[in-house]
């Protein structure tokens, strides 16, 4: 069985080909990150026009890279939520289009569901991917990102239960904002992991803050990262943070940006090990965009006893290839096809 998936939820435009829900065959990813970057973020209507300008081309390259033709294709799966309107429409108006027209399947994807399936890839003829072994269930999911920090367990697939999740700031998105307030650039995570290289994480005493349960937060401490460089410049709280870039030098911004790093990778580790305690899960996975900081995989990989997989990091952020996984896995468990005729978006879809 082969599938091809399309994601187009904020400003990557991809399609990957996946067999049998293990073997990646393609994935073809376009971004449009640095028609962004000079607002310093994603600006909607840009990500919008850039995936009508490139989707018809990323589809037929995912099928040149597979060696593929639409004769070869089994069904096709489509991002429909979680994500930007604008950006979701036009790939789910592109995957219905080709459902009707090849007379192909649809199934509609849950974007966050997605990342988890990135780990089920776990072989490859395309070179430059490391690809490890299957997970095994119960199997315990962490899911980080711009907008996501979650912690689930599945005890199969389709069937899991949320044990808690961050009730302010997504992890990704304190990474933003922290490397903003340090002039660091956009995409966050990157610069401030970059600059941290350079940093010490013991320069500063950053709080972790003490959530129930298996829930997090991470807006105090963005707050604590933005109270402290008021504090190194001899400014109170009253100082605009967008002034602050210009007068900390950079050893204070590498020095504050590793022990934020530090600390927000803590907060979700901390967390993990007393689920993982808790629960005994068979296999740990990671997923989405900030699966692929190397500061939160160090410290995982030192703490976790349980098995631990970690995908690719080119599978990590947005790609088709890992809607397609998902796709196969919900067509093996006859999970219900979506009408081609009437699939609509879900911006604010949950997992």
């Not at 040149?64 to 294709?73: G, L, N, S, V």
């Not at 992890?171 to 990157?190: Q, W």
């Not at 098995?307 to 599978?315: A, G, Q, R, S, V």
């Amino acid at each position: 069985m082969k599938i091809i998936g399309i994601e187009t939820s904020c400003d990557e435009t991809a399609a990957g080909i996946v067999e049998d829900g293990r073997k990646l065959l393609s994935n073809v990813v376009s971004s449009s990150m640095d028609l962004h970057r000079i607002y310093g973020g994603v600006v909607p209507e840009i990500a919008a026009r850039s995936h009508i300008e490139v989707i018809n081309g990323v589809i037929e390259q995912s099928l040149k890279e597979a060696r593929c033709d639409w004769q070869d294709i089994d069904s096709i799966a489509v991002t429909y939520g979680a994500g930007l309107g604008g950006s979701l429409l036009i790939g789910v108006m592109a995957a219905r289009t080709l459902a009707i027209t090849k007379k192909l399947p649809l199934f509609a994807a849950n974007h966050v569901l997605g990342h988890v399936y990135a780990n089920f890839i776990t072989a490859t003829s395309l070179p430059g991917y490391n690809v490890t072994s299957s997970p095994k269930f119960p199997m315990m999911a962490i899911i980080v990102s711009g907008g996501h920090s979650q912690l689930v367990l599945f005890y199969n697939h389709f069937d899991y239960i949320l044990l808690g999740q961050t009730q302010d700031d997504a992890i990704g998105e304190a990474f933003d904002k922290v490397s903003k307030m340090l002039g660091l650039g956009y995409p966050g995570g990157p610069a401030v992991s970059a600059k941290a290289k350079d940093g010490n994480p013991d320069s500063f005493n950053f709080p972790i803050a003490k959530m129930p349960g298996y829930n997090f937060s991470f807006s105090g401490l963005k707050t604590a990262v933005l109270r402290r460089s008021q504090e190194l410049i001899g400014e109170d709280y009253t100082f605009p943070s967008i002034k602050l870039a210009n007068r900390l030098n950079e050893a204070q911004k590498a020095d504050l940006a590793a022990s934020f790093e530090y600390v927000a990778c803590k907060t979700i580790v901390e967390k993990v090990k007393e689920a993982v305690n808790e629960y005994s899960p068979s296999s740990v996975v990671i997923a989405g965009g900030v699966a692929a900081n190397r500061e939160l995989r160090r410290q995982l990989t030192e703490c976790i006893k349980s098995p631990l997989l970690m995908p690719d990091i080119k599978l990590c952020t947005d790609n088709g290839a890992m809607i397609a996984t998902l796709g196969c896995f919900m067509s093996e468990f006859k999970v219900k096809q979506a009408d081609p005729y009437s699939l609509d978006i879900a911006p604010n879809l949950t997992i």
